[in-house]
């Protein structure tokens, strides 16, 4: 690791030169739908509450991430983070930080309609909601909960409250929704959200996923382009994001794809991961972490707990490794390690 000295000392910087200023929060392992991609029909066994990071342990962590590490933006994550009590203090608390972070949340929606005033006037910038078709009967299928209804108008609600721009992440599966990418795109440009399409990730705890059966990126542009004009938008700001954005019908509207599998972006990448239960995690699909809650609990100064992330951050690896005949899943699912 460099000496402690310099911009360095500073930041959350790798062997190959990335510096995260990305950081990803999960705030619960819990989530209120059954996603067939994230988790089985019974659900996991959930993290006890002993284990569970406490709102000011959260808030601690982030004040050090962003005043100490170089942290400029930060998305609380779950599982499903509107089912943690604390999150508008938490937003709320963070907002009141300097120098202030970026805000956003990843959500599947349920909650959004009574909570997305709240979570504005607390600070939250924005929101990415996940909705992968527009048929109820799909819905209840691939989740496993009849709420669609209750996702849409989380969605409305976030629009109403300025929580802009409103992104949606949809993922299509064999079998299921493989066909709607142009309905979801109409819809999306209708209602002026965002719209990425994500490729299913091997993050399911059943660790069934194959590479064989998912739906790539080139599915997705190919299914897109046999009703829009796509074009590759061209103006240099895609930097560490993870999606490639087109242009549609010329614009100004675009849609992303985040390619995670078949086009990695790796060597771009700008995150730093916290779980809910105060694991450092360098990528999604790290086998390691590196505990911040034992050096928190046992009355580490904030130095301490700085330099323990910065070596972390140093261990980082070129890449995700899933093109590697070695590659293994996590241990722990996605709902565990925040999206």
Not at 58 to 81: D, S, W
Not at 170 to 194: I, K, Q, S
Not at 295 to 310: F, K, T
Not at 318 to 331: I, M, N, R, Y
Request: proline residues 6%; hydrophobic residues 40%.
């Amino acid at each position: 690791m460099p000496a402690n000295r310099g911009g360095a000392a500073t930041m959350l910087i790798d062997t190959y030169g990335r510096v995260a200023t990305d950081l990803r929060v999960s705030l619960t392992d819990r989530c209120n739908l059954r996603c067939t991609y994230c988790m089985p029909e019974e659900g996991l066994q959930w993290l006890a509450k002993p284990d569970l990071l406490t709102d000011d342990e959260i808030v601690r962590l982030i004040g050090i991430a962003v005043t100490e590490l170089g942290v400029t933006e930060v998305r609380f994550t779950g599982g499903e983070p509107l089912l943690r009590p604390g999150l508008v203090s938490i937003v709320e608390r963070c907002a009141a930080l300097a120098p202030r972070p970026k805000m956003s949340l990843t959500t599947n929606g349920v909650g959004l309609e009574r909570t997305a005033g709240a979570l504005r006037d607390a600070g939250l910038d924005r929101v990415n909601v996940s909705l992968d078709t527009l048929r109820p009967e799909v819905f209840q299928a691939l989740t496993r909960r009849k709420r669609h209804g209750d996702v849409l108008r989380g969605l409305e609600a976030a629009r109403a409250a300025g929580l802009t721009p409103v992104k949606v992440n949809a993922v299509l599966m064999p079998g299921l929704n493989e066909d709607e990418a142009p309905d979801l795109l109409a819809w999306a440009l209708e209602h002026d959200y965002e719209l990425r399409f994500i490729e299913q990730m091997p993050l399911d705890p059943q660790h069934g996923w194959k590479r064989d059966g998912m739906i790539t990126a080139g599915d997705i542009l190919a299914s897109l382009r046999t009703r829009f004009t796509l074009a590759p938008e061209d103006d240099g700001e895609r930097g560490s994001a993870p999606a490639e954005r087109w242009l549609v019908d010329g614009g100004p509207a675009r849609v992303g794809v985040i390619a995670s599998v078949t086009r990695p972006f790796c060597r771009a990448c700008d995150r730093t991961r916290l779980t809910a239960d105060g694991q450092v995690r360098t990528c999604l699909f790290a086998r390691e972490e590196s505990d911040l809650r034992g050096a928190l609990r046992s009355g580490a100064p904030d130095e301490e707990i700085a330099r323990l992330w910065r070596v972390a951050m140093w261990g980082k690896k070129a890449g995700s490794g899933l093109d590697d005949p070695s590659f293994l899943q996590p241990d722990r699912p996605m709902s565990a390690i925040g999206g």
